[in-house]
């Protein structure tokens, strides 16, 4: 029996994937005998997904965004700004929780996912790390960091600021402790591994040269099972979030469609409910789906695009429409629908025609031949495999 502790830790960004995507990964360490803990933003959401395993959970130092955010965030160094990157005074008392954590834990491998502050105390407590994610919170090793896919930065020298002063708040924490200083903010990202869980396709930086990409990771085994309807038409499934703006014109467009309709939405309030009740196409869901049989039975996903959903849907050559929420599945869905591999809305336009959309995911043509045709081009991919290379690389790191 192995005693090394392995800890994961997820500090910023929102939804379910964060968990789901080192799920396996986590319970494959426990088989192997390692002692597993969770660092996250979002305790309850690790429960709901590694609640029946013996894994510690500890909640994650948080920072309230103060009222002078940037309106608009180009970079990942603009995006950290905004969450206590600001200063060294308002980033000191972060970065010393993410340390009285690690020192208690006393981890023998850190794995991150989108949590650069948890990478300055690795850095100061000279912990073996290894970077997990999509690539958003992973920028290319350059200097300055380029902005990100889609975004065309406005006022260079703000930007070039911005950064600069995201560095110097860093290093004024590493000079607290004693730690050599970066000269670049992308040597944060300076790890043992990086687990980039992701396709060239879905990059958020189309600029990164010679990326090691290890195919998305995903756990389409969490949820529950559920029951369609009796409706013979094409089987829909929506995971849709009622505080997305147009929320109730999607609901009331996909009832119309007279799809057979499975409906999860995160605790839906009693208007929604008495909607689905008086529907005779939808069936609305108080759990999380169970993706299996989601990805097996649906013809068609709606979601706002998280990269777990997205990428295992078109790995099993499903249509989706797409309502991205924030900015990292904004230009998710940028690069997809640039490749016509989705179809795309922006629920902030309230001029969408949500009927046509459905109409057109379901039927479009074009839409299904470039799906198989990148369904075909992954039909290798062999998330066993992943999962195995990424064990190995833990236990070489450990060892």
């Known amino acids: 029996m192995l005693n090394k502790h392995v800890v994961f830790t997820w500090e910023l960004g929102g939804g379910l994937g964060h968990i789901t995507s080192f799920s396996l990964l986590?319970?494959?360490?426990?088989?192997?005998?390692?002692?597993?803990?969770?660092?996250?933003?979002?305790?309850?959401?690790?429960?709901?997904?590694?609640?029946?395993?013996?894994?510690?959970?500890?909640?994650s130092p948080l920072i309230l965004q103060s009222t002078d955010n940037l309106k608009v965030t180009y970079s990942y160094a603009e995006i950290i700004f905004d969450w206590g990157y600001k200063s060294t005074a308002t980033l000191c008392p972060l970065v010393d929780t993410w340390k009285n954590l690690f020192e208690l834990l006393k981890p023998d491998l850190v794995i991150a996912d989108h949590s650069p502050?948890?990478?300055?105390?690795?850095?100061?407590?000279?912990?073996?790390?290894?970077?997990?994610?999509?690539?958003?919170?992973?920028?290319?090793?350059?200097?300055?960091?380029?902005?990100?896919?889609?975004?065309k930065v406005p006022d260079q020298k703000a930007f070039l600021q911005h950064e600069n002063q995201v560095l110097s708040s860093i290093n004024g924490v590493l000079t607290k402790y004693n730690t050599l200083s970066f000269e670049h903010l992308h040597q944060l990202f300076n790890v043992d591994d990086n687990f980039l869980c992701t396709f060239a396709?879905?990059?958020?930086y189309s600029t990164r040269n010679g990326a090691d990409y290890c195919g998305p990771c995903f756990d389409i085994d969490v949820g529950s099972s559920f029951v369609w309807g009796k409706s013979k038409s094409t089987k829909v499934f929506a995971y849709i979030k009622q505080n997305t703006p147009g929320f109730e014109l999607l609901l009331a467009a996909l009832i119309q469609s007279n799809n057979n309709l499975v409906l999860y939405i995160p605790q839906a309030n009693a208007k929604?409910?008495?909607?689905?009740?008086?529907?005779?196409?939808?069936?609305?869901?108080?759990?999380?789906?169970?993706?299996?049989?989601?990805?097996?039975?649906?013809?068609?996903?709606?979601?706002?695009?998280?990269?777990?959903?997205?990428?295992?849907?078109?790995?099993h050559g499903k249509r989706l429409l797409l309502v991205p929420s924030q900015l990292e599945q904004s230009i998710l869905v940028y690069l997809l629908a640039k490749r016509r591999l989705v179809t795309a809305v922006n629920p902030r336009n309230e001029k969408i025609n949500y009927a046509a959309a459905i109409q057109f995911t379901c039927t479009n043509a074009e839409l299904g031949k470039n799906i198989e045709m990148f369904k075909q081009k992954y039909a290798g991919f062999n998330s066993s495999d992943q999962l195995e290379n990424m064990v190995k690389s833990c236990e070489n790191i450990i060892s």
Not at 201 to 204: G, V
Not at 302 to 315: E, F, K, P, Q
């Open 272 to 315: 929604v409910i008495e909607i689905c009740k008086k529907s005779k196409n939808a069936v609305l869901l108080n759990k999380p789906a169970n993706m299996r049989q989601v990805l097996n039975e649906a013809d068609m996903i709606v979601s706002h695009a998280g990269h777990g959903v997205v990428s295992a849907a078109l790995l």
């Open 26 to 59: 986590a319970k494959a360490l426990l088989d192997k005998g390692y002692q597993v803990s969770v660092i996250s933003k979002n305790v309850s959401l690790v429960a709901d997904v590694l609640g029946h395993l013996p894994i510690k959970v500890y909640q």
């Open 117 to 151: 502050t948890a990478l300055v105390a690795c850095k100061i407590l000279k912990l073996k790390n290894i970077i997990m994610g999509t690539g958003f919170s992973t920028p290319p090793q350059v200097a300055p960091l380029p902005s990100l896919e889609s975004m």
């Open 201 to 204: 396709e879905l990059d958020h």
